[in-house]
């Protein structure tokens, strides 16, 4: 079985109910405090206008990330996304504007052009992928599209869920391993999930209070920059 039909049937087994609700307080404040962290290493990065960059995101779900981005300027015609699940994908286009292409299937074989993009995105998808070969496969595709100067924008959870055994975390180096040409800015985000649930609910202010200590911290966002010339 493939890696790609075995990360459908991983998600067909999950039941997460209303768990990552925009509405819920551990939610809402894990993305904002994303997104002050992703427009910081825009900023970092000498990103000063979106409206013209080019962007796929690999692993779209239900449109999100790609709402986020036509937020902050992103135009729609110049956004991708690649989907791999079938009821995702057709979430994903009823939600996103018609300009906006969003392709269904495994993402390693999207028809992307080869330096057509100026950034590649990427959330939560590398830790679902158990299998070393087809995570390089997907990381060798994602950078095969950038053009020199792009990057991947990169999100995703450092450290094991001891219990979900279909999904794994990936460290900082295993980043490094995939991409080994690349400059990579990075900073760790995100309070432990099962500990922000906890103190949410007890007060939302609790969840920036725990986040002061990075230890506590279980993800990485990531800038992992193609050199203009390599």
């Known amino acids: 079985m493939s890696e790609a039909r075995k990360v459908a049937e991983r998600y067909a087994r999950r039941d997460v109910g209303d768990r990552y609700s925009a509405l819920n307080p551990d939610v809402w404040q894990t993305l904002h405090e994303r997104q002050r962290a992703m427009l910081a290493l825009f900023a970092r990065a000498g990103v000063r206008n979106v409206s013209g ?10 449109g999100g990330n790609l709402l986020e981005l036509l937020r902050i300027g992103f135009a729609p015609e110049h956004l991708t996304g690649l ?20 392709w269904q299937g495994d993402a390693a074989d999207a028809p992307v ?3 057509s ?3 590649v995105l990427q959330s939560t998808v590398f830790s679902s992928l158990l299998d070393d070969a087809f995570q390089q496969r ?6 095969r599209w950038l053009r020199p100067g792009g990057a991947v924008l990169w999100y995703d959870f ?24 690349a400059c990579i800015a990075h900073r760790r985000v995100t309070l432990a999930p099962p500990l922000a649930r ?21 993800h990485v966002l990531a800038w992992i920059a193609k050199p203009i010339s390599t």
């Open 53 to 62: 960059l080019k962007l796929t995101e690999v692993g779209c779900g239900a």
């Open 83 to 102: 989907e791999l699940l079938p009821e995702r994908h057709m979430q994903a286009r009823r939600v996103l504007p018609v300009a906006t292409s969003v």
């Open 113 to 115: 052009e080869a330096a």
């Open 117 to 119: 993009q100026d950034i």
């Open 138 to 143: 997907l990381a060798d595709a994602m950078w």
């Open 158 to 181: 450092t450290v094991d869920n001891p219990r979900n055994p279909d999904v794994r975390g990936v460290p900082l180096r295993r980043v490094r391993e995939l991409f080994p040409l």
């Open 198 to 218: 906890r103190v949410a609910r007890v007060h939302p202010a609790l969840y920036t209070a725990f986040n002061v200590l990075p230890l506590l911290r279980t």
